[in-house]
């Protein structure tokens, strides 16, 4: 059975032991787990991968089938779930589970998954798609936290905040936690005081290298590359990063193909755009055409693929993408 993201108080009532959730947003995934299961729990909770359960099945199933009267109610969260257990829970779904619940989190699942599957028709359980979060989405979390604490920011730095949690809510949190600190002793901040506290600011050279790219500035993505010591974890930011500029920069040539003038479209775009960052987003726009910006979004899917399997080459990888054009 399908749960949306936005029908979670669903789950109050409706009793499954089994949870399936999906996608490439761990932040909800991992706001879900909170809001939904670990608040007010007073259990055991067990974290599995899921090749722990695959290489001991039977294991897994008879101490989940087995319970001593004095054992806790158990939480299991089960991490990279795919379609090779998939088995394992068609012989859970026979059987019946005591005072346990358990969570499987997967990356995303195509619609051929029968893992998917499964979870989506079967009415015993429930499935979660999660996808990444928007700057609407983004947004509405700033304003709560901002209500919340009885604060205020500008619409500038929200901006900022926005565009630079790179789709992710958890990247978002931490900055508004830092920021709330800050606020404790300074009445007011600035986009100054925002890039000086927040980790944003060690990562300038990421979105640096990311607007060139999309700018076609060669000379200074080489420059760039050759200031820098990307890690592996820097090569999967320096991905998203380009993937969630290419989505923005896929919106405005979608509008300036509607014959629209170019500064008309900057000038309007929602969420606005930064002032100090019109003039590169504009070159950006006049570099590529849509079908090549979509091109673009695809290849850095493939490539991000490429470089979680390959994190030892990962920056081999992403040097020669951002080289060549």
């Not at 399997?309 to 951002?322: C, E, P, Q, R, W």
């Amino acid at each position: 059975m399908i749960i949306k993201s936005f029908e979670l108080d669903k789950l109050k009532s409706y009793k499954s032991n089994i949870h399936l959730i999906y996608g490439n947003n761990e932040g909800i995934k991992q706001d879900i787990i909170n809001n939904y299961y670990l608040k007010n729990f007073d259990g055991e909770v067990l974290k599995y991968d899921e090749q722990e359960i695959l290489n001991n099945k039977d294991e897994f199933i008879s101490n989940l089938l087995n319970k001593s009267l004095f054992e806790l109610t158990k939480l299991i969260i089960i991490s990279r779930g795919t379609d090779k257990i998939l088995e394992i829970f068609n012989d859970i779904l026979d059987r019946e589970i005591a005072d346990t619940k358990i969570i499987i989190k997967s990356l995303i699942l195509e619609k051929k998954s029968k893992l998917r599957s499964l979870f989506e028709k079967d009415k015993q359980i429930i499935c979660t798609p999660v996808y990444e979060d928007d700057n609407r989405s983004l947004n509405e979390i700033i304003q709560n936290f901002l209500i919340k604490n009885k604060l205020s920011l500008s619409q500038e730095i929200k901006n900022i905040l926005v565009e630079r949690s790179k789709g992710d809510r958890v990247n978002l949190k931490n900055e508004l936690s830092k920021l709330k600190s800050l606020m404790i002793s300074k009445n007011k901040v600035s986009t100054e005081d925002v890039m000086k506290l927040s980790n944003l600011a060690e990562n300038y050279s990421v979105f640096e290298l990311s607007d060139n790219y999309l700018a076609k500035n060669s000379r200074k993505v080489s420059n760039i590359l050759n200031e820098n010591n990307y890690s592996s974890e820097d090569c999967i930011l320096i991905i998203r990063t380009i993937l969630n500029k290419s989505k923005r920069l896929l919106k405005i040539r979608s509008e300036i193909d509607d014959k629209k003038n170019i500064d008309q479209v900057l000038s309007s775009f929602k969420p606005p755009i930064f002032w100090k960052e019109k003039s590169i987003v504009k070159k950006q726009a006049q570099s590529w055409s849509t079908e090549e910006v979509k091109n673009i979004i695809f290849k850095i899917n493939n490539l991000e693929a490429v470089v979680k399997k390959n994190t030892a080459n990962s920056m081999l990888f992403v040097s020669n993408f951002v080289s060549n054009y």
